[in-house]
């Protein structure tokens, strides 16, 4: 039982790790100059998924799921605000 709540927590703390490292990397190399912005924003929410499942006692699959209707959320956001500006 102490070997699995030991791999438990390390696995989050992994997790937690790889979503700041992963954040820090798309800041470093300046996602939004390579991508069209909808989807240098719907991208961004992978690290935040990751930090999301590091820092609460959800699933895998509910951390992922949440990170993904983030990310076409905050993508479909930042397209429309990008066409309907265009409009005006």
Request: some cysteine; overall charge positive; hydrophobic content about 65%.
């Given at each position: 039982m102490a070997t699995q709540r030991a791999t438990y927590q390390?696995?989050?703390?992994?997790?937690?790790?790889?979503?700041?490292g992963l954040l820090l990397v798309a800041l470093r190399i300046g996602l939004f100059g390579i991508l069209p912005d909808p989807l240098a924003?719907?991208?961004?929410s992978i690290p935040a998924a990751a930090c999301l499942y590091g820092v609460t006692d959800l699933s895998w699959r509910s951390a992922v799921l949440s990170g993904l209707g983030a990310g076409i959320g905050i993508a479909t956001g930042t397209y429309l605000s990008g066409t309907v500006l265009a409009m005006v």
């Open positions: 390390w696995g989050r703390i992994a997790a937690f790790l790889l979503g700041i924003a719907g991208l961004c």
